[in-house]
């Protein structure tokens, strides 16, 4: 072979290296867009079933015949108000509220689903409301109780006493059929060290050392994750499988503690109607990231604000941060981002910001 043969076939790999290397990595920038997408669906989500849940609890709170009836431990009074009321509810919203009434000393007074559970001691499955009683402040939170549940506890003040709570329970059905819409599936996972207290989690499947917390989970997606393992998704955040494309985040609790993690699954044949309309993708990723900043901001201030995003994540708010809270996201970044390798950060910086060019040393 000649030598100009030879140069000519080296440039044809290289040039073949570059088309390979460019396409993947166009390919996953477009999975990364996606993701920040999927993640502002389910903040959303989140946050609508935050507010009702708050708006239920804090209103019957407030009820004066209902403080009275707990003070006098009538049951009866107790669980005729608690059903007059959702009842009430739910023929204005058309769906289903799941509400129980707490004693100080962490016993069921009365609930609006099921009465067998009428004088059920749940101290031991209910540590997170010993910070209520500290701090007579609400939480509205994801918590490992009998089950990994979103729960929004109201406590009933009178005379600046604590007498109960007011609590709405609110599992992951709601949440399962608004995704569908989109045509994503949804498991969700509990770290099994809250099994001795999530109790009616103990049949459920595991998958390494999570526990599938909701109902009716794929069980196509649970084997796969079975026989690949959770780390590398958990890591990433993402994980690309041959039909499916598996996106996690973190669940936290009140105290901004990690209790387990959302997996959200879109099929690639989803993706590719993803990718004809990407100009479109574009524009709703740019209101996306408002979104997403403004869910940030009305989460309860005594847990860290940015304890649940990636630095991706953190870079790409960083772009519609109001002024006053770039000092707070920047020092989170550079916490993150001081454990990160040259070559990482070069390329977390080409995947933020995916249209402009980029010149200089990284420091």
Not at 47 to 73: C, D
Not at 222 to 233: D, E, T
Not at 236 to 259: C, H, T, V, W
Request: hydrophobic fraction near 40%.
């Amino acid at each position: 072979m000649r030598l100009y043969q030879k140069y000519l076939t080296l440039l044809l790999v290289i040039l073949l290296t570059l088309i390979v290397y460019f396409y993947t990595q166009k390919k996953q920038e477009f999975v990364n867009r996606i993701d920040i997408v999927l993640m502002n669906l389910l903040d959303k989500k989140i946050e609508q079933e935050k507010a009702e849940g708050f708006a239920f609890s804090f209103a019957l709170a407030q009820n004066e015949t209902l403080q009275t009836a707990i003070e006098n431990n009538d049951t009866q009074k107790i669980t005729e108000i608690l059903e007059r009321y959702s009842s009430t509810i739910e023929v204005f919203n058309s769906s289903k509220v799941r509400a129980q009434i707490v004693s100080k000393d962490f016993v069921i007074l009365a609930r609006n689903w099921e009465h067998s559970t009428n004088g059920l001691k749940i101290k031991t499955n209910r540590p997170d409301l010993d910070d209520i009683i500290l701090t007579q402040k609400p939480h509205v939170s994801f918590e490992a109780a009998r089950r990994l549940v979103l729960i929004s506890s109201i406590p009933i003040v009178k005379k600046k006493h604590l007498i109960g709570f007011v609590e709405t329970i609110q599992n992951f059905d709601a949440m399962k059929k608004y995704l569908e819409n989109y045509d994503i599936d949804l498991l969700v996972l509990m770290d099994a060290k809250y099994q001795d207290q999530a109790v009616l989690l103990k049949n459920n499947p595991h998958i390494d050392n999570m526990v599938v917390a909701n109902d009716d989970a794929n069980i196509h997606h649970i084997s796969y994750l079975k026989s690949v393992g959770l780390n590398k998704l958990l890591m990433n955040g993402i994980l690309q499988a041959d039909n499916y494309i598996y996106f996690s985040r973190l669940i936290l609790n009140a105290k901004g503690e990690n209790i387990g993690s959302f997996i959200l699954v879109l099929s690639k044949k989803k993706m590719k109607l993803f990718s004809a309309f990407e100009e479109e993708l574009d524009s709703f990723l740019t209101y996306s990231r408002k979104d997403l900043y403004l869910s940030t901001m009305n989460q309860n201030s005594s847990t860290n604000l940015w304890k649940n995003y990636t630095a991706k994540n953190l870079l790409s708010l960083k772009q519609c941060a109001h002024a006053e809270d770039q000092i707070a996201l920047e020092e989170k970044l550079r916490t993150d981002l001081h454990t990160y390798t040259k070559d990482e950060l070069i390329s977390l910086l080409l995947d933020t910001n995916t249209n402009q060019k980029s010149r200089g040393h990284i420091k």
